[in-house]
């Protein structure tokens, strides 16, 4: 792994610890992200930034939750971006538009409308999370349906929610 990403990864598990879900959820995002961008053909260094958005994109929420006692996702876009800018400053090497990038994609992972959806990265990033949440929050098969239907895009995606849900194993 990219030695800047095992340095996201190490200041996330800092700021999460004690809370082994969060870490977990991340690290599960981080990896959907990377192979479903893999298979699409993103990129190397929009993939690479898609990687560090994923990590970081739920960072704001311990934040969220001593100050408002909310996870909402508005909340999240407010509290997210500022951390996810220090680590990335802290760590140091990203050019300005990358950090940008990274923080409009945090910021923005939970809004759907596809009209604001500017990119690949970006709709990955949403496929990631859903596939992590659709199981972590046991969600039901019409909800499942509903997000492939609705929310999922990608070649890649659309396989993974069909083959992890919706096949029936024997
Ligand atoms: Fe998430």
């Given at each position: 792994?990219?030695?800047?990403?095992?340095?996201?990864?190490?200041?996330?598990?800092?700021?999460?610890?004690?809370?082994?879900?969060?870490?977990?959820?991340?690290?599960?995002?981080?990896?959907?992200?990377?192979?479903?961008?893999?298979?699409?053909?993103?990129?190397?260094?929009?993939?690479?930034?898609?990687?560090?958005?994923?990590?970081?994109?739920?960072?704001?929420?311990?934040?969220?939750?001593?100050?408002?006692?909310?996870?909402?996702?508005?909340?999240?876009?407010?509290?997210?971006?500022?951390?996810?800018?220090?680590?990335?400053?802290?760590?140091?090497?990203?050019?300005?538009?990358?950090?940008?990038?990274?923080?409009?994609?945090?910021?923005?992972?939970?809004?759907?409308?596809?009209?604001?959806?500017?990119?690949?990265?970006?709709?990955?990033?949403?496929?990631?999370?859903?596939?992590?949440?659709?199981?972590?929050?046991?969600?039901?098969?019409?909800?499942?349906?509903?997000a492939r239907d609705?929310?999922f895009?990608?070649?890649?995606?659309?396989?993974?929610i069909?083959?992890?849900?919706?096949?029936?194993?024997?």
């Amino acid at each position: 792994m990219n030695r800047k990403l095992t340095e996201i990864i190490q200041a996330a598990v800092e700021i999460d610890a004690g809370d082994p879900k969060r870490i977990q959820h991340f690290l599960k995002v981080q990896s959907f992200a990377d192979y479903i961008a893999s298979r699409e053909n993103l990129p190397a260094e929009t993939s690479f930034l898609l990687e560090v958005a994923a990590i970081l994109h739920d960072i704001g929420i311990h934040a969220c939750e001593e100050k408002y006692h909310s996870t909402a996702g508005h909340y999240q876009e407010i509290e997210g971006p500022p951390i996810a800018r220090q680590i990335l400053d802290d760590i140091g090497g990203f050019t300005e538009a990358q950090i940008e990038r990274v923080l409009f994609l945090i910021a923005h992972h939970h809004t759907y409308d596809p009209k604001q959806i500017d990119g690949l990265d970006y709709q990955i990033l949403i496929e990631a999370d859903f596939l992590v949440n659709l199981y972590e929050d046991h969600s039901p098969e019409s909800a499942i349906v509903s997000a492939r239907d609705k929310i999922f895009k990608t070649n890649t995606g659309l396989s993974l929610i069909e083959q992890m849900f919706l096949v029936k194993s024997c």
